[in-house]
């Protein structure tokens, strides 16, 4: 949309369709999209694709996007792990812009201090995980609580993308 750009996290081990159906989708809608992870390289999913980053997270970056969008898999344990993806999500979300997680990705969220008192969504496995935090489990396939959108796995995708782009649409 007229050069308002999204950011997508990537990290080995990504749920491969969670990361290709939000990035074409975006890009469907005129967004310009990168690809965010760590380092800037390749990048194996979980099903064996290979996903190449086109930037290094840097959090002094994090004003530059609209919304920021964390695929699940395995890769959020590592986003998890990671302080400077940490403080990225912290400072998308605090500086109000649109921070989307799916499936996993919530544990991100968890890491990263933001979802106390909110509602929040995710893959049933980790409800325990979300509620230790402090955050309300709704277990709705799409949750919004203001600048936070989850969702709990890949049939959630359409109704979320739907939900995300109207959002975006609405802000810019």
Known sequence: MDGKKIAILLEDFVEDVEFIYPFYRFKEEGFIVDVLAPKIGEFTGKKGLIFHSSHRIDPENAHQYEAVFIPGGYAPDRFRRDR?????????????????????????????????????????????????????????????????????????????????????????
Not at 149 to 158: L, N, S
């Open 84 to 172: 400077e993806t940490l403080e990225f999500i912290r400072r998308a979300y605090t500086e109000n812009r649109i921070v989307a997680a799916i499936c996993h990705g919530p544990w991100a969220l968890i890491s990263a201090g933001i979802i106390k008192g909110k509602r929040v969504t995710g893959f049933f496995s980790i409800k325990d995980d979300i509620q230790n935090a402090g955050a309300i489990y709704t277990g709705k396939p799409v949750e919004v609580d203001g600048n936070l959108i989850t969702a709990t796995d890949p049939k959630a995708m359409p109704e979320m993308m739907k939900i995300l782009i109207s959002i975006l649409k609405e802000r810019v």
